[in-house]
């Protein structure tokens, strides 16, 4: 029978004498994964989306036969859109400088920050279209971004701006850097910025363009940088303007040995004891990367629900090490997938990003640490869980219309029709066919639908030479 929604005060599904939306009907898919709380991967099925949200889930032959626009997806795997929880989009500018290639995550940034020092408005905008760009043709439909510096009359707006243009659901963090290297931090002091100046901005912000409600396209998150370059004056005034606000908080946290070091050395506690003292755990809270965390911290993060970020090609990149991600899952640490700034991770493809998870996981602690299933489920549930949302991650009644399709007659999928779903993760990384946000194609058939990628790339490339020029 066909699947319909209960209403749940969400407008679902349209009610008798209400004017109907606009639909969209997807149909004659060859796999469909829900990841809804039955996990099912359906054949033959499709999806029935009016305005931006889902109406029902099932096979082709139980749903409407007719709707104001039709995607027939034979040939291909339809899943939820994947969720990106931490990247930094303005290091696509940066991709393999020759001068950070080789190093551990302190000496790469002691290299990058005079480069990114020479940011300006345009860069930041140019580099969130191409970065955005990348993410939706490899699968993703929700990103969250973490923009923590701001030379040169650079604002968290450039980045807004730019993803309303190409129609990706974002989550914008006003990221900061308090702390420069007279005071004992990382950054130079050029880069920093007055801590009364950030915390205004970032209320500017929130009043300015934050959505709480369901479906929203533009979250605004509350963002110092990390341990090391902010104050715990401005990490304890950040968790309480959140809370006010009811807002998320996100940073890095634990990411290598270093990260650890200088925790001891400076706070004389561990990266998550740290975090615990300074009210920077919860349900309204996620760290990235926490490749370090101890047991204490996992269980830690696990009774507050503490989100984390997990990053494995940046990890790999940079040598920081396995993040313990089993044992994160196992404990019911809240755990993403993120790409990482394209500088770490040269790349920000997400279906490589899933691959990569499974991969390493399995290279730490042994081949039944993650499955095919388990590396999508992160990518999908896992990150809106990390991001506090509960409209995506799944196709299910209710939900926000996001999902992405992958052409599975595809050369790399040969040989791989028994299973599409573990073929999707254990293949070469597929780009998309289809993706829909929102109730809106993105994506067709391959192609950007929503903006001309030539002149970007183009402008990009252009933009990206003038920045490690000016800091020779």
């Not at 626009?69 to 400088?97: C, F, K, W």
């Not at 989550?171 to 950054?187: C, T, W």
């Not at 029709?417 to 993105?442: E, M, N, R, Y």
Request: some cysteine; glycine content about 10%; aromatic content about 6%.
């Amino acid at each position: 029978m066909l699947h319909t929604p209960m209403n749940d005060g969400a407008g679902l599904p349209s009610q008798p004498g209400k004017q109907p939306g606009r639909t969209m009907l997807v149909r004659h898919a060859d796999a469909l994964v829900t990841m809804d709380g039955a996990r099912r991967e359906l054949r033959d099925a499709g999806l029935f989306i009016e305005d931006n949200r889902i109406v029902a889930v099932g096979p082709t032959a139980e749903l409407p036969d007719t709707a104001d626009e039709i995607l027939d997806l034979r040939g291909h795997l339809v899943i939820p859109g994947l969720v990106n929880t931490h990247h930094h989009m303005y290091q696509s500018l940066t991709r393999a400088v020759p001068a950070a290639q080789d190093a551990e995550l302190f000496g790469w940034l002691t290299n990058l920050y005079k480069v990114w020092a020479h940011l300006t408005p345009e860069m930041i905008e140019v580099s969130t279209l191409t970065a955005m760009a990348e993410l939706l043709l490899s699968g993703c439909t929700t990103s969250s971004d973490h923009l923590y510096i701001y030379p040169n009359g650079s604002r968290l707006d450039d980045s807004i701006r730019a993803a309303r243009q190409i129609g990706m659901r974002f989550h914008a963090s006003r990221g900061s850097m308090s702390v420069g290297q007279k005071d004992g931090g990382l950054p130079p002091d050029s880069v920093v910025e007055r801590e009364a100046d950030v915390l205004n901005d970032t209320q500017r912000l929130i009043e300015t363009y934050h959505d709480d409600g369901r479906y929203a396209m533009l979250r605004v998150v509350v963002a110092p940088c990390s341990p090391f370059s902010v104050s715990q004056g401005l990490m304890r005034d950040s968790a309480a303007l959140a809370r006010q606000y009811g807002v998320s908080l996100h940073t890095h946290l634990a990411e290598n040995v270093n990260d650890i070091a200088y925790s001891r050395e400076k706070f004389g506690m561990t990266p998550a004891e740290y975090a615990e003292d300074l009210g920077w755990v919860g349900h309204d809270v996620w760290h990235a990367h926490c490749v370090q965390l101890d047991e204490a911290g996992i269980a830690l993060f696990a009774r507050t629900g503490t989100g984390v970020a997990h990053c494995p090609c940046s990890n790999m990149r940079l040598a920081s090490g396995i993040a313990p991600v089993k044992k994160m899952r196992a404990a019911g640490v809240p755990v993403g997938l993120g790409v990482d700034g394209s500088a770490s991770n040269d790349g920000a493809q997400m279906v490589a990003e899933v691959r990569q998870a499974l991969l390493l996981q399995r290279v730490g602690f042994g081949p039944d640490a993650m499955t095919a299933r388990e590396a999508l489920e992160i990518a999908t549930l896992g990150g809106a869980k990390v991001l506090n949302r509960d409209d995506i991650g799944a196709l299910a009644p209710g939900m926000a219309a996001d999902f992405v399709s992958f052409d599975l007659r595809q050369p790399l999928f040969a040989g791989a029709l028994h299973d599409p779903v573990a073929a999707l993760v254990f293949c070469a990384p597929s780009q998309v066919s289809t993706s829909v946000i929102g109730g809106k194609v993105v994506v067709k058939d391959g192609v950007l639908s929503t903006l001309e990628l030539g002149p970007v790339i183009e402008r990009h490339n252009r933009l990206a030479r003038q920045l490690v020029e000016a800091a020779r």
